[in-house]
């Protein structure tokens, strides 16, 4: 029997779980794993292994909730529509024929349940001659509106809400206007955008000097502009609406696998998963919670411990998992199938990492804290590189291995050119019961809205806590309920007020911290909101975005309570 809450079994219902011509529920939460496992194990038999023994190991992994892939997967598997992957990146060149064959694409892709992220930086700026017709371009912004309204009209079977990722680089002639874009109230509101940041424009940001716009059409500059006065406009239209976020491209692009088949400009919607035009990544998350033994709530006086073996060995079925996903998928365009099956992208990431901290007993923002998250994600990401190297023992090297990072003597023939990810996990850890990606606590109480379904989160660990150590009271609890986090409440010990610390409480510094401990032993990117309490400086925006860069982040997102923002939870997609 699942151990599922009625916060996992309505949202199951809501999005996940089969139903008849009439809406009806007609599958289990079990029967859906069942049906997952059985798909993705059908990949075992193309490799001549026993596929009934791997669907087991697949069913076991996924039902007892310690490992979960992304949500197209549960959704997708065993029904006609067969799309398993989240994350998309398609191509955006400079002609009405790219524009519009993209929005088309884009349309299959969000009608499977992915996200699709898009650079827009090779559109000739607003303005700009267009030769062939003798007018002038409208630039990037009215092009990604267009993309905006398309994804409004597809509603993804009223499972997942559409969302793309616009990205836009530091030096195009627009950027001032794509900063501004979503200032006002109700614009693209299907977008998360990010600026492509480069070097050289940190560079000139630090020395205060003036940087090169240069137009993609021609290659050559066309102006100047002050580093500062673009910086300034990003910090304030992310301190007021959340956008955009940044992301530093040339680092990105210094960590790319597969330099030879071209450069990555763009992400997924959350920003996690950066991909090369027409590549898809599948993901899925390892639920740490589910890996302490003797924790503080079981014994708040005991020693608590991380098991470390029965991680590894899981951490091994769920790459093989995923990359069985990739052979069992039903790809939305031949292109996108060629590329994802020649690079063999995946991102195992975790969830249930704020819970883990606590069943520690260790406090999210604390060195101690900071050291366990690179510990961690270093002993995930050695697993799962010799998880990939012991499936192409047998089943081959990534097919773009030649010219790719690993085609050196140094390095570990593996089978797939990324194993790990950290993404927002957004729904999937409601499924878990867990804190979601790396997040910490949002609150110890609170209501969220899922495809008009409002869900009532608990934190089951403080109460069992408050229990056990004898501090528990009906007028706390209510208390607690109504404040959703513990400062001002006296009855609560000091030591345990630090431990159930939420996002609001802790300095931006000590969020981009836990990024960039995560980020240093993740081969792609990490999903990762600095959330700032609405009493929030700009200054605090900021030093948040220079910080993130000098530590090391691909990319970072600020978001201060209470900024207008459509769609805040957008970037805790799953």
Same mark, same amino acid.
């Given at each position: 029997?699942?151990?599922?809450?009625?916060?996992?079994?309505?949202?199951?219902?809501?999005?996940?779980?089969?139903?008849?011509?009439?809406?009806?529920?007609?599958? $289990?939460?079990?029967?859906?794993?069942?049906?997952?496992?059985?798909?993705?194990?059908?990949?075992?038999?193309?490799?001549?292994?026993?596929?009934?023994?791997?669907?087991?190991?697949?069913?076991?992994?996924?039902?007892?909730?310690?490992? &979960?892939?992304?949500?197209?997967?549960?959704?997708?598997?065993?029904?006609?529509?067969?799309?398993?992957?989240?994350?998309?990146?398609?191509?955006?060149?400079?002609?009405?024929?790219? *524009?519009?064959?993209?929005?088309?694409?884009?349309?299959?892709?969000?009608?499977?349940?992915?996200?699709?992220?898009?650079?827009?930086? #090779?559109?000739?700026?607003?303005?700009?001659?267009?030769r062939?017709?003798?007018?002038?371009?409208?630039?990037?912004?009215?092009?990604?509106?267009?993309?905006?309204?398309?994804?409004?009209?597809?509603?993804?079977?009223?499972?997942?809400?559409?969302?793309?990722?616009?990205?836009?680089?530091?030096?195009?002639?627009? *950027?001032?206007?794509?900063?501004?874009a979503?200032?006002?109230?109700?614009e693209?509101?299907n977008?998360? *955008?990010?600026?492509?940041?480069?070097?050289?424009?940190?560079?000139?940001?630090?020395?205060?000097?003036?940087?090169?716009?240069?137009?993609?059409?021609?290659?050559?500059p066309?102006?100047?502009?002050?580093?500062?006065?673009?910086?300034?406009?990003?910090?304030?239209?992310?301190?007021?609406?959340?956008?955009?976020?940044l992301?530093? *491209?040339?680092?990105i692009?210094?960590?790319?696998?597969?330099?030879?088949?071209?450069?990555?400009?763009?992400?997924?919607?959350?920003?996690?998963?950066?991909?090369?035009?027409?590549?898809?990544?599948?993901?899925?998350?390892?639920?740490?919670?589910k890996?302490?033994?003797?924790?503080?709530?079981?014994?708040?006086?005991?020693?608590?411990?991380?098991?470390?073996?029965?991680l590894?060995?899981?951490?091994?079925?769920?790459?093989?998992?995923?990359?069985?996903?990739?052979?069992?998928?039903?790809?939305?365009?031949?292109?996108?199938e060629?590329?994802?099956?020649?690079?063999?992208?995946?991102?195992?990431?975790?969830?249930?990492?704020?819970?883990?901290?606590? =069943?520690?007993?260790?406090?999210?923002?604390?060195?101690?804290?900071?050291?366990?998250?690179?510990?961690?994600? #270093?002993?995930?990401?050695?697993? $799962?590189?010799?998880?990939?190297?012991?499936?192409?023992?047998?089943?081959?090297?990534?097919?773009?291995?030649?010219?790719?990072?690993?085609?050196?003597?140094?390095?570990?023939?593996?089978?797939?050119?990324?194993?790990?990810?950290?993404?927002?996990?957004?729904?999937?850890s409601?499924?878990?019961?867990?804190?979601?990606?790396?997040?910490? =606590?949002?609150? =110890?109480?609170? #209501?969220?809205?899922?495809?008009?379904?409002? =869900?009532?989160?608990?934190?089951?660990?403080?109460?069992?806590l408050?229990?056990?150590?004898?501090?528990?009271?009906?007028? &706390?609890?209510?208390?607690?309920?109504?404040?959703?986090? &513990?400062?001002?409440?006296?009855?609560?010990?000091?030591?345990?007020?630090?431990?159930?610390?939420?996002?609001?409480?802790?300095?931006?510094?000590?969020?981009?911290?836990?990024?960039?401990?995560?980020?240093?032993?993740?081969?792609?990117?990490? $999903?990762?909101?600095?959330?700032?309490?609405?009493?929030?400086?700009?200054?605090?925006?900021?030093?948040?975005?220079?910080?993130?860069?000098?530590?090391?982040?691909?990319?970072?997102?600020?978001?201060?309570?209470?900024?207008?923002?459509?769609?805040?939870?957008?970037?805790?997609?799953?």
């Amino acid at each position: 029997m699942l151990n599922l809450t009625e916060n996992a079994l309505r949202v199951l219902r809501a999005r996940y779980l089969l139903k008849n011509e009439k809406g009806e529920v007609i599958e $289990s939460p079990e029967g859906m794993f069942r049906r997952v496992a059985t798909h993705v194990a059908r990949a075992e038999g193309l490799y001549g292994e026993e596929t009934r023994a791997w669907e087991e190991r697949f069913f076991t992994l996924m039902s007892e909730l310690k490992f &979960l892939p992304n949500s197209p997967t549960l959704m997708n598997a065993g029904k006609e529509i067969g799309q398993l992957a989240a994350c998309f990146v398609l191509p955006v060149d400079d002609s009405m024929k790219s *524009i519009f064959d993209t929005l088309k694409n884009t349309a299959l892709i969000l009608q499977s349940g992915g996200g699709t992220g898009f650079s827009f930086s #090779r559109l000739r700026p607003r303005s700009d001659i267009v030769r062939t017709t003798g007018g002038i371009a409208s630039g990037p912004v009215s092009f990604m509106k267009i993309y905006n309204t398309a994804t409004e009209v597809i509603k993804q079977g009223g499972a997942r809400r559409g969302a793309n990722m616009g990205i836009l680089r530091i030096d195009h002639p627009d *950027i001032l206007d794509f900063i501004e874009a979503k200032r006002s109230q109700g614009e693209l509101t299907n977008f998360n *955008i990010s600026v492509a940041v480069t070097d050289a424009f940190m560079s000139a940001l630090k020395k205060d000097t003036e940087y090169e716009l240069v137009n993609p059409r021609t290659g050559k500059p066309v102006g100047r502009l002050r580093a500062r006065k673009v910086f300034d406009a990003i910090v304030r239209s992310a301190y007021e609406t959340g956008d955009p976020g940044l992301v530093f *491209i040339d680092r990105i692009n210094r960590f790319n696998p597969t330099p030879h088949l071209g450069e990555i400009e763009s992400t997924n919607p959350c920003g996690e998963q950066p991909l090369l035009p027409y590549e898809a990544c599948v993901l899925g998350s390892m639920n740490l919670s589910k890996y302490v033994r003797n924790s503080i709530v079981d014994n708040p006086e005991g020693t608590p411990v991380i098991d470390y073996e029965s991680l590894g060995e899981d951490i091994r079925v769920a790459v093989r998992f995923l990359d069985d996903c990739i052979d069992t998928n039903r790809y939305p365009l031949p292109e996108i199938e060629r590329m994802h099956k020649g690079n063999r992208k995946i991102g195992l990431g975790v969830m249930g990492w704020a819970d883990m901290l606590i =069943l520690l007993g260790i406090r999210y923002n604390s060195e101690q804290g900071f050291r366990l998250a690179g510990e961690i994600m #270093r002993f995930i990401q050695t697993r $799962s590189k010799e998880a990939s190297a012991e499936l192409a023992e047998k089943r081959g090297v990534l097919p773009n291995f030649k010219g790719s990072i690993y085609d050196a003597p140094d390095m570990p023939r593996v089978r797939n050119a990324t194993t790990t990810t950290i993404a927002p996990t957004g729904t999937i850890s409601i499924i878990a019961d867990c804190s979601g990606g790396i997040e910490p =606590l949002f609150a =110890l109480a609170f #209501r969220r809205l899922i495809l008009d379904t409002e =869900l009532v989160e608990v934190n089951k660990y403080f109460f069992a806590l408050a229990r056990k150590l004898g501090f528990y009271s009906r007028e &706390l609890e209510k208390n607690v309920l109504m404040k959703g986090r &513990l400062r001002g409440i006296k009855e609560v010990p000091a030591r345990i007020k630090r431990l159930f610390k939420t996002a609001h409480e802790i300095p931006p510094k000590d969020h981009i911290e836990m990024q960039a401990a995560f980020q240093e032993y993740t081969d792609n990117a990490v $999903s990762k909101t600095v959330n700032l309490p609405k009493s929030a400086k700009r200054t605090d925006v900021e030093k948040a975005f220079l910080l993130a860069y000098e530590k090391g982040c691909k990319g970072v997102t600020v978001f201060r309570y209470g900024a207008r923002k459509a769609g805040t939870l957008m970037r805790l997609r799953d």
